[in-house]
């Protein structure tokens, strides 16, 4: 085994195919890492199913989606080893353990699950399964001994949490086979916000963009997008600040010489937002065009996309039984 290459654990829920926010928050970061490093990218289908519970089917045909976005956009399977959480029980085992370590009211507090709980309504009725699922994040993470793990900046509470775990799990057990992790967060924009301006981009927000969307569903969804509101006529001067357009334009032309140019004609007035979006339609099919096609391919053979991703979970499995050997031994539960 190679202990050269720092060790990377990342992931997603399948709970929908993956969007923009996704790529900018964290799919680009792994695209870089997988050169570097020894990376393990997990389809959170038990995460998933914390808000999936009463719909397993849906989670079931959401894995293969974010398998094929994560093959389309060049994840390389030689280079990157992609699992389903699902398949590697060691996981659960895991988290059990940690549960002791952590406080009910600790879990309240985590600023992700906080604002998640909001948004999702649960309020006191929240399932103790959705609750906890930071400390299913933490074994996640430490049973490949991560040291680095690229998210966007709302998982950052995950990563503390992590720690806190994996430092209390080795000084009660008196031990260091559990190690601490990074979380890193994108330069460009640790959160892309959604067509509406208003939050990051998300699914159940349903303010995202697909990778795999087609280009007239692209058109339609750019030509809604939350611009400038006072901007009503062409003539009028525009804002750029929190104009989603420009916050696209930033992240996704590489051609800055001309998105600097778009913002002074914005602002002093005299171009309007059809001609705008346009542009960035332009901008994002070329970008997405690419992918779109890759993603195609590959669907046509789904067999051995998933092929890749058994391979991958049986790669993933020997390290997972390695680490809860040594966990249980210094557990006192190596009987
Ligand atoms: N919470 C992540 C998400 O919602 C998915 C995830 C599960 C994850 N376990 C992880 C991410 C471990 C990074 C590390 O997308």
């Known amino acids: 085994m190679n202990h050269q290459k720092p060790i990377v654990l990342t992931g997603d829920r399948p709970t929908g195919p993956l969007h923009l926010g996704h790529y900018v928050g964290s799919l680009a970061n792994r695209l870089l890492l997988q050169q570097t490093t020894k990376q393990y990218i997990m389809i959170a289908d038990v995460q998933a199913l914390t808000t999936h519970f009463d719909d397993p089917k849906k989670v079931h045909e959401h894995v293969i989606d974010v398998a094929l976005d994560y093959l389309a956009v060049g994840i390389d399977p030689n280079n990157s080893t992609i699992f389903i959480q699902s398949m590697i029980h060691e996981l659960f085992e895991l988290t059990v353990y940690f549960l002791n370590l952590v ?6 507090r985590n600023p992700t699950v906080k604002t998640e709980i909001q948004q999702k309504g649960y309020g006191e009725n929240v ?41 209390a799990f080795n000084r009660i057990y008196n ?23 208003k939050a990051k981009m998300s ?20 030509m809604k997008m ?13 804002k750029v600040e929190g104009n989603v357009v420009f916050t696209y334009l930033d992240v996704f032309d590489s051609d800055k010489k001309k998105v600097a140019e778009l913002k002074q004609h914005y602002q002093r007035g005299g171009l309007g937002d059809v001609v705008l979006k346009k542009y960035l339609i332009e901008v994002l099919e070329n970008f997405l065009h690419p992918i779109r096609q ?4 590959l669907a046509q053979n789904k067999d ?19 680490t809860l050997k040594e966990v249980r031994e210094v557990m006192f539960l190596d009987y």
């Open 127 to 167: 399932s103790a399964g959705f609750l906890m699922y930071p400390v299913s994040q933490a074994a996640d993470i430490s049973f490949v001994k991560a040291t680095i793990v690229p998210v966007g900046e709302d998982q950052l509470p995950m990563i503390e949490q992590t720690n806190e775990i994996v430092r």
């Open 304 to 322: 051995e996309v998933m092929n890749i991703v058994l391979q991958g979970t049986e790669r993933t499995r020997e390290i997972a039984a390695q």
């Open 175 to 197: 031990t260091n086979v559990l190690v601490e992790c990074k979380g890193i967060v994108p330069e460009i924009a640790g959160r892309l916000p959604g067509l509406d301006g």
């Open 103 to 108: 406080t009910v009211n600790r879990l309240k």
């Open 226 to 238: 939350y611009t400038d509101p006072n901007h009503i006529h062409v003539k009028d001067p525009g």
């Open 294 to 297: 890759r993603r195609k391919q």
């Open 203 to 222: 699914k159940s927000l349903g303010n995202a963009i697909f990778l795999s969307d087609e280009p007239d569903l692209i058109k339609e969804k750019v």
